[in-house]
């Protein structure tokens, strides 16, 4: 077996800013997240994102519509018994039930913690081969206090690279300037009372190889590690959520599920501290069944070198679009009620995903 390079709980020396009420509540939240077989829904996408999959169904997409789909999956029967969290986008945050109560309540009254992802805008770095990062710092402390007080209890922000070998990306200046931003996010956030998810993506687009990702993810996440180390930030009191370490979408052949979860821990195991307690990976344009098929075999080899011994963290989802998407399908076939949607079958299939990952997230599948 490999020497194990995970660095250890060290890595959170300098938490002496955060008072230990503060880092106790952080923790809190963590662990009520990270329960094995359990996940985090995102429903987190802003109009632009959703209002076209409204449309592609010819359903008018209206903040009206947006709030009613919404409803419809934070109240579906069953879902609890897959979540343990939901993302929400910064409108629905302040939005309410049809009976006047605010989403946030709404899900807290299920067990469900309810969290935030801040708006940011993209921004394209000067000199590199069309790289990005992303905006949104100005301001934060001041909205993330308003999301504390609405109820959220976490946050989400979003960092996208790209790997292509030939043009040297991610180059080293991507990586630096995201993984300092999601390093002053998450200390920002903290400083508020909301967990930081911190979730770099290495999207799937291009032809790169399988260990070309795991070097490119492994680099990531190291620098990633060692800002939030640099800037203080309570390792313990945090969340990463991250792509799964997969090659390029044009690379052929495709791997297998079984390298692509051995990659995964490899690079996990390299960079991420014990002291995070939980990896909830994204789908990334993956279908459902390639995602679940992954995650389970992601969670089946860890239980077979080990379980937390070899690979000490939870390792689960938060899926969007995988789980989501086959929902405005429904809207074509199904009979729609007074509120315009197929609520009863679209509560139905999304459960029916939901546990689906349930089961990837428990190596079941």
Request: one cysteine or more; hydrophobic letters at 40%; a neutral charge.
């Amino acid at each position: 077996m490999a020497a194990h390079h995970c660095i250890g709980t060290g890595a959170d020396e300098r938490r002496h800013w955060l008072a230990p009420d503060k880092a106790a509540a952080l923790e809190s939240t963590v662990q009520a997240i990270a329960v094995a077989g359990k996940g985090i829904s995102a429903c987190d996408e802003s109009g632009r994102t959703i209002n076209p999959r409204f449309a592609n169904v010819g359903i008018e997409a209206t903040e009206e519509m947006r709030r009613v789909y919404r409803e419809t999956l934070f109240t579906a029967p069953g879902a609890t018994d897959c979540l343990t969290a939901v993302i929400l986008d910064p409108e629905t945050v302040f939005q309410q039930d049809s009976n006047g109560t605010p989403f946030p309540e709404v899900l807290a009254k299920q067990g469900l913690i309810p969290g935030v992802k801040p708006s940011l805008t993209v921004y394209k770095l000067p000199g590199t081969a069309g790289e990005t990062t992303m905006q949104g710092l100005d301001g934060l402390s001041e909205r993330c206090a308003k999301y504390y007080a609405a109820g959220c209890r976490f946050a989400k922000w979003r960092s996208p690279l790209t790997i292509d070998v030939a043009a040297g990306t991610p180059s080293a200046l991507a990586i630096e300037t995201n993984c300092r931003d999601l390093a002053r996010y998450a200390l920002i956030c903290q400083s508020e009372g909301l967990v930081p998810i911190v979730e770099p993506d290495l999207v799937l687009k291009g032809a790169h190889s399988l260990e070309d990702a795991v070097e490119a993810n492994a680099r990531v996440l190291g620098e990633l590690v060692r800002g939030m180390q640099d800037y203080g930030v309570h390792l313990p009191g945090t969340l990463l959520k991250t792509n799964l370490v997969n090659c390029g979408k044009d690379c052929e052949p495709q791997a297998s599920v079984e390298a692509i979860a051995d990659a995964n821990l490899r690079v996990l195991r390299r960079v991420l501290p014990v002291a995070v307690a939980s990896v909830n990976y994204l789908s990334g344009g993956l279908s459902l069944d390639r995602a679940t098929a992954i995650l389970s075999a992601l969670n089946k080899l860890k239980r077979e070198r080990g379980g937390d011994r070899y690979a000490p963290w939870n390792l689960s989802f938060s899926w969007s679009s995988c789980i989501q998407l086959p929902l405005f399908d429904l809207c074509k076939t199904e009979a729609k009620d007074e509120s315009g949607l197929p609520r009863a079958a679209i509560q139905k299939l999304y459960v029916e995903n939901l546990l689906k990952a349930r089961a990837a997230a428990l190596g079941g599948l």
